[in-house]
């Protein structure tokens, strides 16, 4: 198909696009990004919200801020926005911390949640192609609870939990290929094995439905910076499903997770539900940019996202494929099934950083993986099908095909 | 003393005053804000400094920021700022994370770095006044790593810790009392024993000199949104001493910490230097919206905030001495080496929260802290004389003395 077939199909898309009104809501220039797996891009509401936190709230309320501007119960209140996205009910979900701390919280929980953790059952499983910060994390939290690791490709985490599984760590999306892992499959077979299923979400939330109540999901944890666009290093999630959260034993029993914090009681008493995953005090100011942020949600249908998602990385792969035959080979799977919201390809030769390096001064920002990958996310409330093509013929031009 | 004679003084005193014109680097208003140890004033370059961290840094340069703008390095960066506040030379404080997190990496390397810690040495001593978070926390700390806990009263740390100690934790002023504890005599009898000991600066960094490699301290914890005006739940700091950090093993692991993230290696390899206490990615928004507080201290001598605090702090218990005779009794010492830059009152009768709330509605922002404390803090860069006697006035006319 000709350069202009392909740049006539994508108008037409973008005309038929019931997402696209949302681009309005972005701050974007000429540039087309790819890169929203990594920084989603900074949505127009936040500057002026940000600004009447920091100046009205902290500038002239001051510490009554905590109370009056319900900077308190913001963790909660924030959560459960997000938890709408991630098919998660009210009081399941709290905001605050990074991804990494969420994971401690998260792995350490499971194992003392399920009867026999960290004796009978002394077993983390975790994604053997993990984004490096969970098995790191994961290590950590079995070294502390009397466990020990073994990593098993995401794909057999269902046959490879057993009765010695206590725990198994996954990554919904892989953050190298872009993968979409089999979360209700793995959930039920982990479940049925006697063991809980920590989800990492980072790259799927916001990218896709997740439906975490409808598969039984135990615990599972993300960021917020990526799909859901709350800045950088905007605060990370935990959700915990309702009825484990009498059990939730955190690692991390700060003084805001407690019944009654202000009470300043020397003895601990955890609060009941998602407040119990709180630990210190939150970074507000990051906390309220990715409340503001998370506007541009409002009305938004998941499916409506996942669709367009689709669309688009299968009109990224028509196009590399019709303007760069054999340069580059996708690594994310063709099946929607296993596919997140990224395609990422393989050089077939030269280097892959410097293909980036060199997209980006053509205006094509995407970023890379090593060894040898190069990473496009496709936000779907951003991200046209015109920016497809342009993205797939500056790659062609920039791997010289 | 009348009323004409404290203000004939608090007047003269704020024309002597050498820091008085530091007053206009914040965002002040007619009441008089005494709650400055609970959350800090609003530093006027803040808001120009975060509306181009949020517009410029993330909205055009989006993802380039981590490197352009210096977000990655931003911990230690900061980290390395806080540092001169606290007597830490470069290279030994990061900043992420709240104070609890902290609290458990610094307790929990703690014990690791002790010989014989969490098998011969088991004991976990903790100030028994403590602000709760950090007890708490510490629990969690000894429970995962085989010790226990023994609360002892701060003066009589130093002579509590002894062979079967592992690690200390202490506040460096009491939260509730205003009382100063005895960093020098308490670090070298702590080390003496053959334990370490761990310091929350919380209530002095930016009160008061602290001299971190002075005194030998081994590690320090503290927040950023009291005296350093860092914001609301602004990111807290770890202190790591410099010879302890080739054994600082943390028991969060996070990617930030390794000596090459971006190698993305399944296996942990831990940075040399401060570095190795950060975890996940950091809270930028509100790590930046710090740093540009931070400039307030440009320039300022910590002997110099001290001696005005404490005079300061004199002026106020020598006004209500004087206004409401009989009517409070301070608990906060009067001796200056035992007094942090608070003033904590009981009240002869009444209630103490209501007493707070009127003072709020007469024009004096203090904090009540149960069971029967009024708080009182003094920001020695933007507090003055005639708040002082005001402040005083005030609260005489509010428990009707």
Redesign the interface.
Known sequence: MSESALAGEAAALDAADELRAKRAEF?L?DAV?L?GN??G??PRA??AR??DV??R????L??R??DESA?WTAPERVGDRIGRLIGAAPGQVVVG?????NV?KAVVAAVRSVPGGGRDRDEVLVD?A????D???A??AAR??GCRIR?VPAAELAGAAGPHTAVALVNHVDYRTGRLHDLPGTTAAVRAAGARVVWDLCHSAGALPVELDAHGVDFAVG?T?KYLNG??????FLYVRRDLQPRFD???????S?ADP?????A?RPADGAVRGR?????????L?LDAALDVWDGVDLAAVRAKSLALTDFFLRCVAAYAPGAVTPVTPAAHGERGSQVSLRTASGDGRETVAELVRRGV?G?F??PDLLRFGFAPLYVGFADTERAARLLAEAVGA
């Open positions: 701050v220039d990004y890169d990594s920084l891009a900074l936040v500057p940000l600004s920091v100046e709230e902290w500038g002239r001051r510490i801020s905590w900077w911390d990074s991804t990494s701390v401690f053997a993990t984004f490096p910060t098995g790191y994390i290590e950590s502390m609870t990593a960021c910076y800045g950088p290093g905007a605060p990370a955190s690692p991390l029993p700060g003084w805001n407690h202000f009470g300043m009681s020397p601990y630990v210190g005090t939150p970074e507000i100011l990051s906390l940019a920002v970023d993986r090593p």
